[in-house]
C-alpha cells in the first residue's frame, strides 16, 4: 500500500527576461538547510492548489504571480509521507523579493544555470529534466 | 493573468503485466465521445488529490486502487478554464471493471501500444511523452 501520499505545489518564478527565482533555505528549516529550492509548499487541508501556490509564493518570497502553465510533476520520498509535487511555470507580476525567516538568500538565476546551483534534493531531478528540454 | 485554473487527476491503472487501463469515452460524455481516455477527473471542491483519484477511478471503472507513483502532470485548454492534469501510476488492488454509462468499452493496453489507440486529446501528449521515456 505504500506511504500516504500528500501534494505540494513549487513555482518556477520568470522575471520574464529567462532567469528564474530561486531561493536558500535558512538554518530555521528543519532540513535541507543552505540548499537552493524554488518557492512553494504543501497544500492545506482543503485548500486547491492554485492558494496554495499564491499563499506560499507570497508568504516565502513577498511577489504575487500569475500562473503561464505547468511545467511538470515530480515525487519526493519523506519518512513518513510519499508527496507529489506539482511544478508550475508562473510569473511575477508585482513586488519586490522579501524573504521569510525560512530562507536567507535569493538569486534569479538563467534557466541554462539552475542545475549548477547546490539545490534541494526536492527539486533537483525535476530540474535537470526540465531544463534538457526546455 | 489568462483563465482560472482547475486540478484534474488521471490514473495509469497497471495490471501488474505491463498493460494499462484504457476507457472509451460513450457518447453520454460531453467531449471526446468515442476516444480512449484513462479514468479520472476534476477535483470537488475542498478534495485533496488521492480521494479524487479514489472516487474518479471507482466511479469509472469500479475499481480499487493503490497509488505507486507519480507519473507526471500536463495541461489542457478548455474554453473557460485551464486544467492541471496531474497523472498518477497505480496498481489494481481488487474489482472487476465495471464501467459507468460515460463509458462503453474498456482495454487493458500494453504500454508500447498505447499511442496507437485513438486516444482523447487530453491524455495524448502526455502519453507520447511517457511511453517514450517509460
Known amino acids: ?3 500516504p501520499f500528500g501534494l505540494a505545489v513549487k513555482a518556477l518564478v ?3 527576461q529567462g532567469r528564474c527565482l530561486l531561493i536558500r533555505r535558512s538554518a530555521k528549516c528543519r532540513n535541507f538547510q ?3 529550492d524554488l518557492p512553494g509548499g504543501k497544500a492545506d487541508k482543503g485548500e486547491d492548489f492554485v492558494s496554495t501556490l499564491d499563499r506560499e509564493v507570497a508568504e516565502e518570497t513577498g511577489l504575487r504571480v500569475s500562473i503561464e502553465g505547468v511545467a511538470g510533476a515530480a515525487e519526493y520520498e519523506m519518512p513518513a509521507v510519499r ?3 506539482l511544478f508550475m511555470e508562473v510569473r511575477a507580476t508585482s513586488g519586490q523579493v522579501k524573504l521569510s525567516d525560512e530562507h536567507d538568500a535569493f538569486q534569479w538565476v538563467p534557466l541554462a544555470d539552475l542545475t549548477k546551483m547546490d539545490l ?3 527539486v533537483r ?3 535537470e529534466k526540465y531544463t534538457k528540454s526546455a
Open 83 to 85: 508527496v507529489a509535487i
Open 125 to 127: 531531478p525535476f530540474l
Open 120 to 122: 534541494s534534493d526536492q
Open 34 to 36: 543552505g540548499k537552493w
Open 14 to 16: 520568470s522575471d520574464g
Open 1 to 3: 500500500m505504500g506511504k
